[in-house]
């Protein structure tokens, strides 16, 4: 596939809040940090493959949306972390960094020019989005889907040892 000068600019650039929210719910199911943390960073590139929202217009059109998003973000994890049972707070918090920290690197770029992440980690990053300008219904949909998956697996009672 040949790109565009601009198609890096409007290519590679999703939204937080879902990955954030399928981080929750993998922190609550695995109930150990170390595990919790990998299928985070994991299932952020299996959500970025999937269709969803996004193809920006231009860097400040992303902008318009994603730093509302970014501190919706921070908000969710602050409240799936306080919901959380004291015995699985660690994992679903683990989980949600890793979700996220793939997207590190966009934050990075804003202010610092450069990412954290190797060239090849980044352009594989990139292609593998599937995103256009007509998909924010199903950014929603999931976004409620996640978080009610995750509230009931946080407020799930734990398994009985035996």
């Not at 170390?34 to 860097?59: C, K, T």
């Not at 920290?101 to 992440?117: C, I, V």
Request: charged share 20%.
């Amino acid at each position: 596939m040949v790109k565009k000068a601009g198609d890096q600019e409007r290519r590679g650039r999703v939204l937080l809040t879902n990955h954030v929210l399928s981080g929750a719910l993998i922190g609550a199911l695995a109930r150990r940090p170390g595990p919790a943390f990998a299928a985070g960073v994991a299932s952020h590139f299996v959500l970025d493959a999937v269709p969803h929202w996004g193809d920006w217009e231009s860097p400040r059109h992303f902008l318009r949306a994603a730093v509302p998003d970014g501190l919706v973000s921070l908000a969710v994890m602050g409240a799936m972390t306080a919901v959380s049972p004291a015995d699985r707070r660690l994992a679903v918090l683990a989980g949600m960094a890793g979700a996220a920290l793939p997207d590190a690197e966009k934050p990075t770029r804003l202010w610092f020019g450069w990412s954290p992440f190797p060239p090849a980690i980044d352009r594989f990053h990139t292609r593998i989005q599937r995103e256009a300008r007509h998909r924010a219904h199903l950014e929603l949909l999931a976004a409620g889907a996640f978080a009610a998956a995750a509230l009931a697996a946080i407020r799930r009672p734990a398994a009985e040892k035996g």
